[in-house]
């Protein structure tokens, strides 16, 4: 995960505390409710740069640390063939 992305989601964990942020924490359990997924969302795409599809908007996505990093590094990739 690289570490802007790290940083920027550590500040939407409340729960945290000083446990480490893995690809495999839950963001549920550490803290990230409803509300919070989307002000993350927002900061999110004006860090990155990026629109995250509507398809990447699920529970799944949000699960983990890795599942919402893949979901922003997917949409930071420019499409094969695009001009």
Do not use: H, Y
């Amino acid at each position: 995960m690289d570490p802007r992305f790290t940083a920027l989601l550590t500040r939407f964990l409340p729960a945290r505390g000083d446990r480490e942020l893995t690809p495999e924490s839950s963001l549920r359990d550490l803290g990230l409710d409803s509300m919070q997924s989307i002000e993350l969302l927002f900061a999110i795409e004006d860090e990155f740069r990026v629109s995250l599809a509507d398809d990447d908007l699920t529970d799944t996505t949000f699960a983990t640390a890795g599942n919402l990093w893949r979901a922003v590094s997917a949409a930071a990739r420019p499409e094969v063939g695009a001009v």
